[in-house]
């Protein structure tokens, strides 16, 4: 008798992340992989199905209903700044209940969530190293964060709520590489803002480590809240260093109104809130992801940066905002 097939569902599939995890899942032996996205996946794999539905459509349940499904993987969180506040509260609030209530009512024995780290909030008075039971404050100062926080809030409540449903929530550092987030459009400007007097600590991972700990996170027994970082913790300014380019120093006290200001015209990226992460640390423990996952990052910073910088980091992915700030 054939040995029956692990099927994986994963949600927001077409972006970098999820495109990197399928990529790597549909070559082991004995996975099935469905995957749903609104959005096109550029370079499919052959043996891989992929759903252009909207997780907050009745219709995305058949999924569940039709196939017994062994894990989700839940990647398609939004976070852009110029979406519309109620898209996203739709997109990430209700399409997050949405696909755990699937899961709960068809009997799915594993969900991956894919949060951020950026869910703390970088503080003047954080602690050197913040562990899984830390207060979610970066709603605090910066007001678009309320999605990501509600999402990653949802998902413990789930965890305790359903034990039957070994349920992980994953709350990465910035990640850098292919994906079109805050963090690595950071890097890839032709030159660095920094501020005057401020040089906080940061943390990054490569994007292939943090799918690697996406992956670990599906074996049997993990259950949880967990930190993933990556290498050790550098100033900001030594990682401008490694990316090679050149800075410039402003004055925080005049920053945030120009930014807002260049923001709403749309000659800058990222809203005036998000200054915070290249002011204040906001450095994670990631201890917990080595001990239980047995899970370590392989690559270092420069690694990391590279991946960033590098010409071809879009090969055929689809624009997107993956959760996190300047990270």
């Known amino acids: 008798m054939a040995k029956k097939r692990t099927l994986a569902v994963v949600t927001g599939i077409s972006g970098r992340l999820g495109q990197l995890l399928v990529r790597r899942l549909h070559r082991l032996e004995g996975w099935q992989v469905i995957g ?4 096109a996946f ?8 992929h759903l252009r539905i909207d997780i907050r459509r009745k219709a995305c349940e058949d999924l569940f209903r039709t196939h017994r499904v062994d894990v989700v993987f839940h990647l398609g969180l939004m976070h852009d700044p110029r979406k519309d506040t109620g898209e996203h509260h739709t997109w990430n609030i209700l399409g997050t209940q949405q696909i755990l209530e699937f899961a709960q009512r068809h009997g799915v024995p594993k969900v991956v969530i894919l949060s951020t780290g950026d869910v703390y909030g970088p503080q003047s008075d954080n602690p050197a190293f913040i562990s ?27 965890f305790w709520k359903f ?3 070994e349920t992980v929530v994953l709350r990465p550092v910035h990640i850098l590489g292919g994906v079109r987030n805050a963090a690595s459009n950071y890097l890839r400007l032709p030159r660095l803002p920094v501020l005057f007097g401020f040089d ?3 943390q ?14 599906a074996r049997p027994g993990v259950r949880g809240v967990f930190n993933v970082t990556g290498p050790q913790a550098l100033p900001l300014r030594k990682l401008v260093e490694v990316a090679g380019k050149p800075t410039i120093e402003l004055p925080h006290v005049v920053l945030p109104g120009l930014l807002h200001r260049m923001f709403q015209f749309r000659f800058a990226e990222f809203p005036a809130a998000e200054l915070d992460y290249i002011r204040y640390a906001a450095t994670l423990d990631g201890s917990r992801a080595q001990d239980v996952l047995r899970w370590q990052p392989r690559y270092g910073v420069r ?7 590098r010409a071809d980091v879009f090969d055929g992915a689809v624009p997107e ?3 996190g700030s300047i990270r």
């Open 36 to 39: 749903i996205d609104r959005r």
């Open 42 to 49: 550029g370079r499919r794999p052959a043996d891989v199905e």
């Open 132 to 158: 899984e039971d830390a207060p979610l404050m970066a709603a605090q100062r910066f007001p678009a964060m309320r999605d990501l926080i509600a999402v990653d809030m949802y998902a413990q409540s789930f």
């Open 163 to 165: 034990p039957e449903i």
């Open 200 to 202: 906080p600590m940061v």
């Open 204 to 217: 990054v991972l490569h994007e292939e480590d943090a799918v690697s700990a996406i992956q670990m996170a």
């Open 303 to 309: 690694d990391a940066v590279r991946a960033a910088l």
């Open 321 to 323: 905002r993956t959760p």
